[in-house]
Structure formats: C-alpha cells, structure tokens
C-alpha cells in the first residue's frame, strides 16, 4: 500500500515515514502544501497522512482542492489543534479521520489500516482467499494454518491484491501502490514476486489474466 505523508516538521515526518515503511507501506513525503497538493493530485495513494498547519499551502485547502479534482483517497488528518470546530472543518473539508497532537502512533497505523481497508471495501483485519490468511495488524500470513514467511515486497503484493480480491489489478497499478515515487517503474519485478508467491502459496492463488494484469479471488466451489 502506497501512503503520502504531507507534514512539514523534519523529524515528525521522517519518523512516521521510518515507522510506516517498517510497517509495510511504501511512503512519499512532501514538506509544503503545495507539493503535497501535486503528489496526491498526479500520483496514486491508497491513503494519505495530511498536517493542516502546512506552509505555502494549508492543509484544509489541499483536502478542498484535492475533493474539487475528484480525489477520493481516504485522508487521516493531523492537527496540533485543539478546538472542535478545526476538526469538523477537516472533516467537512472531506477528511476521513483525524488524529490530534501529540499522538501515539501505534493508533495513527491502526486508524490508517482501518482507512484503507475500508476504502476497499474490507471490514475485518483479516483478509482471507480460501486458505490464506493475512492479518494486516501482525503482518503475519498463512495458508491452512501454516505460517508462511514472505519478504517485505512479497507481502506488499499480496496485501493489495488481497484487499482487491476478484478484481483484476494491472501490472501498473501495483508498481504505483506497493513503490514508492522514486522505484524504476520499468522493472520486472512484479513478474518476480507473482512467481514466489505461487511457489510460496500455491501456483493458483494468483491467477494471470494476459494483457491486463493479474487477480487474486476465492477458490471455486
């Protein structure tokens, strides 16, 4: 899952951008509103971490902006505000959550989970297909109760495919939401990680739909 992290304070953002990559999730940072107004405008996320006490650009008006374009990734916002009626100018600004500072972030990763699983349309912590088991909270995957052990990108994969579970997912889509800004989008590696997967899971957990990408659904019957 590919998150954007708009804040402007150099340490706050670097570690959540530590934490959240330990956690997973490829991350793009961006210091200013207005960077952060052109990465979520051009770039693919499946969430976005947003400060509203931005320079060059506040945060409420790049959620404003981002909603007028028709950007529907779920947003959690942070604010050292305390007052009632910041918060519910975020949300009404199209904020989906909000967390004030100073926060723990153990509850930022676990709200951010919850905002994307939601968004795909997956209520429990659990994603399942037939035998498989992923627990977005542990990270831990098994099939038929067995652990398995998979790398970092091998999980990031099979994460996304699983919350798009019987949807068809093109190669591109998943370079843009399991890589960061910065990964050579060119590479073969995604034809890679399928082939561990199967050899991992099962050669038809992940089923290649030629010339549009690939799906991951339940086993028939």
């Not at 947003?75 to 909000?98: H, M």
């Not at 989970?113 to 831990?140: V, Y």
């Not at 099979?158 to 800004?181: A, F, N, P, W």
């Amino acid at each position: 899952m590919r998150v954007l992290i708009v804040e402007d304070e150099p340490n706050l953002g670097q570690q959540l951008k530590n934490t959240l990559e330990a956690a997973g999730y490829a991350i793009d940072l961006a210091t200013d509103g207005e960077d952060g107004h052109y990465l979520g405008q051009t770039e693919s996320y499946d969430a976005v971490v947003l400060d509203l006490g931005l320079p060059e650009v506040d945060g409420l008006t790049v959620l404003d902006r981002w909603r007028k374009e028709g950007r529907t990734m779920p947003v959690l916002v942070l604010t050292a505000r305390d007052s009632w009626s910041d918060k519910v100018a975020g949300l009404d600004a199209g904020a989906d959550d909000y967390v004030a500072k100073p926060f723990q972030t153990e509850e930022l990763i676990a709200r951010l989970r919850a905002l994307i699983r939601r968004a795909s349309g997956n209520a429990s912590s659990e994603l399942t297909a037939g035998d498989i088991r992923l627990d977005t909270r542990s990270g831990k995957v098994t099939r038929a109760g067995e652990a398995v052990k998979l790398t970092a990108q091998e999980y990031k994969l099979l994460s996304y495919l699983l919350h798009h579970k019987g949807k068809v997912v093109s190669r591109t889509e998943l370079i843009e939401h399991i890589y960061d800004q910065d990964f050579d989008r060119d590479s073969n590696t995604i034809e890679v990680f399928v082939t561990r997967i199967r050899k991992k899971l099962g050669q038809d957990v992940i089923t290649t739909i030629r010339g549009l990408g690939y799906s991951l659904e339940d086993p028939a019957g």
